[in-house]
């Protein structure tokens, strides 16, 4: 078992005093055999009433809800947490699942059938992607073949830390050769959904070890559906499978459905935003 620390601040300047709605935060790390948290802590200012509920995924968000206006707004998280998955390796896939292509069972795949379908389209640099990592009537494990995956994005493509909302298509990150974590997410989810895998995006928090990589920064990744094994993260990122060192936040079939923060205002003026991230080992 590992022990790690996690502090997130984001602060919020308006040029003028606003009026603030409601805002989602999705903070808290999802809980189960393999995460458990042992404090949590909260602070919002100015002060709000928060509520806590589980959207469909399963996933914590607190809605927090303002009765004054505000020059800023800042909101500070700090969790404890474990973490048992140390061995991220450690699972047996079913044998009907153990070399691809391979086909869904049929109530797995009434449950999954949201994160078999991917809306962007695909172009000639996605689809020339695809050919080079795998083709037709290839034989090779399943585990292998989403490896394979992983390995061409972090191998191929450069990191790049981007500031701005949202996430590139797969197309353009192909092309440009660049993208963050949440585009490299995006662009695995898009290649293992056209060969058939159910996916979902994954958000949260990683030890990187002092990695620049990720330094003051949220993480995110991917997770495949692998009969026998359950939902299996790969992070084409650092190139390697989820463990121990990923503290997943919130998950959901597309990207743009789990930002950490979201919100909105009333007021003329401008704003700017600040982020700092720690995540560090604890005693």
């Given at each position: 078992m590992k022990r790690f620390k996690i502090i997130h601040k984001t602060r919020y300047d308006f040029t003028e005093n606003v009026e603030l709605l409601p805002h989602a935060f999705r903070l808290r790390p999802r809980e189960g055999?393999?995460?458990?948290?042992?404090?949590?802590?909260?602070?919002?200012?100015?002060?709000?009433?928060?509520?806590?509920?589980?959207?469909?995924?399963?996933?914590?968000?607190?809605?927090?809800?303002?009765?004054?206006?505000?020059?800023?707004?800042?909101?500070?998280?700090?969790?404890?947490?474990?973490?048992?998955?140390?061995?991220?390796?450690?699972?047996?896939?079913?044998?009907?699942?153990?070399?691809?292509?391979?086909?869904?069972?049929?109530?797995?795949?009434?449950?999954?059938?949201?994160?078999?379908?991917?809306?962007?389209?695909?172009?000639?640099?996605?689809?020339?992607?695809?050919?080079?990592?795998?083709?037709?009537?290839?034989?090779?494990?399943?585990?292998?073949?989403?490896?394979?995956?992983?390995?061409?994005?972090?191998?191929?493509?450069?990191?790049?830390?981007?500031?701005?909302?949202?996430v590139q298509s797969a197309e353009w990150t192909v092309a440009s050769n660049s993208g963050s974590c949440r585009d490299f997410a995006s662009l695995f989810m898009a290649i293992a959904q056209r060969l058939g895998f159910a996916v979902r995006f994954v958000s949260g928090y990683i030890y990187s070890g002092g990695s620049p990589k990720l330094s003051q920064s949220t993480h995110a990744w991917a997770e495949v559906f692998i009969p026998g094994a359950g939902w299996k993260g790969f992070d084409p990122t650092f190139g390697t499978v989820a463990g121990a060192q990923h503290i997943a936040t919130a998950v959901a079939r597309r990207p743009e459905l789990v930002p950490p923060i979201s919100g909105s205002f009333y007021g003329s003026g401008g704003s700017s935003m600040a982020v700092e991230v720690w995540v560090t080992e604890a005693n």
């Open positions: 055999h393999d995460l458990r948290i042992e404090s949590s802590r909260l602070n919002i200012f100015p002060a709000a009433i928060v509520r806590w509920h589980r959207d469909v995924e399963g996933n914590s968000i607190a809605i927090a809800s303002f009765k004054e206006k505000s020059i800023s707004l800042t909101i500070e998280s700090e969790i404890l947490i474990q973490k048992y998955d140390l061995n991220p390796l450690d699972f047996v896939v079913s044998e009907h699942a153990l070399n691809y292509p391979f086909i869904y069972q049929a109530d797995d795949k009434i449950s999954l059938s949201p994160y078999l379908i991917n809306p962007e389209k695909s172009g000639g640099k996605l689809n020339g992607w695809m050919e080079s990592i795998w083709r037709s009537h290839e034989r090779i494990q399943t585990f292998s073949l989403l490896e394979r995956i992983n390995q061409r994005i972090f191998q191929t493509l450069t990191y790049v830390k981007r500031e701005e909302e949202g």
